[in-house]
């Protein structure tokens, strides 16, 4: 039997097994069936994911990224669940960034962006308080501009939930954040609550390589300590792969960057926070998101998103393989 070190981490709940090969030494190749036992709840460690602590040089994609970024030394390669390669994980990139810090990779120093590869390309992170801000990237809506000016390109029908107009389904945005995400809004927190993830949700058109569905319900705005208008999105999200997770750090960008749009559409302003007048009817820049494992913050800056959130290791050890 193989033995292989771990460390168990999570970023609001969103939890993973790390995997140090920062020297290329993993004594096991990351194949599918490793990745499902380790990741097992019964028969394993138990995890959302599992992400592995990789040299951009040794990665196809990582080298891609160090074209631009020679800085970026250190990929962080993530696997669902079920063995499937993601492009992305919110939550991972926060959790990676604090088991960098802890093997004694990466010293993150006030106002440094340290950057990083993955398979959605740059991602840079710095250390704010106990939290981590990561730049995501650039959003968009993958939709034809019709569809996106409708709010709407999609459909999703949930367990548990009734549809509008006598349908089943409901319609729903996509949103790619390096990942695919549909979000479909609801009426209330009882709503939410009543929905039944343990089935996947039916999505048309069917996305030719899956989607990550959020299910959100908007919430009230708050007028944060600096004086800037704050939106506050409650979701709950059914990870392609996975299942229903606690957490989603690019769900979590998606159902605030749908609410933020579908507020726009509707009138409420199209302008952005800027501090300038926050008792003013605007669309806010700066949301926050409550899911399941806790809340992390959304911020965008044009076509930009930062996601900032906790990441806590809790345990490390040795597990055998089979």
Same mark, same amino acid.
């Given at each position: 039997?193989?033995?292989?070190?771990?460390?168990?981490?999570?970023?609001?709940?969103?939890?993973?097994?790390?995997?140090?090969?920062?020297?290329?030494?993993?004594?096991?190749?990351?194949?599918?069936?490793?990745?499902?036992?380790?990741?097992?709840?019964?028969?394993?460690?138990?995890?959302?994911?599992?992400?592995?602590?990789?040299?951009?040089?040794?990665?196809?994609?990582?080298?891609?990224?160090?074209?631009?970024?020679?800085?970026?030394?250190?990929?962080?390669?993530?696997?669902?669940?079920?063995?499937?390669?993601?492009?992305?994980?919110?939550?991972?990139?926060?959790?990676?960034?604090?088991?960098?810090?802890?093997?004694?990779?990466?010293?993150?120093?006030?106002?440094?962006?340290?950057?990083?590869?993955?398979?959605?390309?740059?991602?840079?992170?710095?250390?704010?308080?106990?939290?981590?801000?990561?730049?995501?990237?650039?959003?968009?809506?993958?939709?034809?501009?019709?569809?996106? #000016?409708?709010? @709407?390109?999609?459909?999703?029908?949930?367990?548990?939930?009734? &549809?509008? *107009?006598?349908? %089943?389904? /409901?319609? $729903?945005?996509?949103?790619?954040?390096?990942?695919?995400?549909?979000?479909?809004?609801?009426?209330?927190?009882?709503?939410?609550?009543?929905?039944?993830?343990?089935?996947?949700?039916?999505?048309?058109?069917?996305?030719?390589?899956?989607?990550?569905?959020?299910?959100?319900?908007?919430?009230?705005?708050?007028?944060?300590?600096?004086?800037?208008?704050?939106?506050?999105?409650?979701?709950?999200?059914?990870?392609?792969?996975?299942?229903?997770?606690?957490?989603?750090?690019?769900?979590?960008?998606? #159902?605030?960057? @749908?609410?933020?749009?579908?507020?726009?559409?509707?009138?409420? &302003?199209? *302008?952005?926070? %800027?501090? /300038?007048? $926050?008792?003013?009817?605007?669309?806010?820049?700066?949301?926050?998101?409550?899911?399941?494992?806790?809340?992390?913050?959304?911020?965008?800056?044009?076509?930009?998103?930062?996601?900032?959130?906790?990441?806590?290791?809790?345990?490390?050890?040795?597990?055998?393989?089979?």
């Amino acid at each position: 039997m193989t033995s292989l070190d771990f460390t168990k981490g999570h970023g609001t709940q969103n939890d993973f097994v790390l995997l140090d090969d920062s020297d290329g030494t993993l004594p096991v190749e990351l194949s599918d069936d490793v990745v499902r036992f380790l990741a097992d709840r019964r028969a394993g460690l138990g995890a959302d994911g599992v992400i592995r602590v990789v040299r951009s040089i040794e990665v196809e994609e990582g080298r891609s990224v160090l074209e631009s970024e020679p800085g970026a030394t250190w990929f962080m390669d993530y696997r669902n669940a079920d063995g499937s390669i993601a492009q992305m994980c919110g939550n991972g990139v926060r959790v990676f960034a604090a088991y960098l810090e802890q093997l004694g990779l990466v010293t993150f120093v006030p106002g440094v962006r340290v950057p990083i590869g993955t398979r959605a390309g740059l991602r840079t992170i710095e250390k704010i308080g106990e939290w981590f801000r990561v730049g995501m990237g650039e959003y968009s809506f993958p939709a034809p501009a019709e569809q996106v #000016a409708l709010g @709407a390109d999609s459909s999703v029908a949930i367990r548990g939930l009734s &549809g509008i *107009g006598g349908s %089943d389904a /409901r319609p $729903a945005l996509s949103v790619d954040m390096g990942n695919p995400h549909t979000v479909v809004a609801l009426a209330s927190l009882e709503d939410l609550a009543g929905i039944d993830f343990t089935a996947p949700p039916a999505v048309e058109p069917v996305p030719p390589h899956g989607t990550n569905v959020e299910a959100v319900v908007p919430g009230p705005q708050i007028i944060d300590d600096r004086g800037h208008l704050t939106g506050h999105v409650t979701m709950r999200v059914h990870e392609r792969g996975v299942g229903e997770t606690r957490s989603c750090g690019t769900g979590a960008c998606a #159902a605030a960057l @749908a609410v933020r749009h579908w507020m726009t559409l509707a009138g409420v &302003g199209a *302008g952005v926070d %800027d501090g /300038r007048d $926050a008792g003013a009817s605007s669309v806010p820049d700066a949301w926050l998101v409550d899911v399941p494992g806790g809340t992390v913050k959304v911020e965008v800056e044009g076509r930009n998103v930062y996601l900032s959130g906790p990441a806590v290791l809790v345990a490390a050890g040795q597990v055998e393989l089979p």
